[in-house]
């Protein structure tokens, strides 16, 4: 299982967040774009910053509306992951395809709430399904457990399917509710995380998803 950190609750200066953050096992940065429009909290200043110090493989989970401008706005920086969300329900499959043609994997984020049934005509081709175990718009909420019955369908439509994508959980992960989710393929963790030494905190993570 791999484990990508967010560092939206960082609570001192980005830079020494961010320095701490490069010297772990993390296997990506989580970056959490919002706009203040598709959800109310607007981190789009706080992430150009978090970029400025990063070194690790980038997972970028946008809670935008307009989508086309931030994948045009990231995509200089090689992300591994682009990921936006169905909610937005905007042109979806023009997305897809924008996104891969710059050689980048695509993922959909699907909130806790919304039918599993919209990502259906995309699961083919995508790389990536997140699914969000709390409502998008901050960091350090509960674990809502929806993000369960979402996760079994998607396991199992791709076993059915053989279909490629990965299966990435985010929001609420910590030591008591990572053994939940430990089918996934990707973590995303934030305020457990950040809340001790990194490193510690990341490896109680993987210790406690053998
Ligand atoms: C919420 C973000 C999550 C969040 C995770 O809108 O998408 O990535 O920052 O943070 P924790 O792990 O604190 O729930
Ligand atoms: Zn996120």
């Known amino acids: 299982m791999k484990v990508a950190t967010s560092v939206l ?3 001192t200066t980005i830079e020494d967040c961010m320095t701490e953050l490069n010297q772990t096992s993390s296997n990506y940065l989580h970056l959490d774009v919002m706009d203040g429009n598709f959800v109310t909290n ?6 150009d910053k978090v970029l400025k110090y ?5 997972d970028i989970h946008l809670m935008v509306k307009d989508v086309d401008y931030y994948i045009t706005k990231y995509q200089s920086f090689h992300p591994d992951y682009i990921t936006f969300h169905i909610e937005v329900s905007k042109e979806t499959e023009r997305l897809i395809k924008k996104v891969k043609s710059l050689g980048i994997k695509v993922g959909l984020a699907l909130n806790p ?4 049934s919209l990502l259906e005509p995309y699961l ?19 674990f809502r457990m929806e993000a369960l019955n979402h996760i079994q369908y ?5 076993e059915e399917n053989g279909y490629h994508y990965q299966v990435e959980v985010d929001g609420g992960i910590k030591d008591d509710t990572i053994s939940l989710v430990n089918n996934v393929d990707i973590v995303v963790s934030g305020s457990y ?3 001790g030494i990194y490193e510690e905190q990341i490896q109680k993570l993987r210790k406690k998803c053998k």
């Open 113 to 116: 709430e919304t039918d599993i």
């Open 42 to 47: 607007n981190t789009v200043d706080m992430m």
């Open 54 to 58: 990063n070194q690790l493989p980038l």
């Open 124 to 142: 083919r081709e995508i790389d990536l399904v997140l699914v969000m175990s709390v409502t998008p718009g901050k960091g350090g909420q509960s």
């Open 9 to 11: 609750s960082c609570s």
């Open 193 to 195: 995380i950040i809340s």
């Open 154 to 158: 998607l396991i199992q439509k791709r």
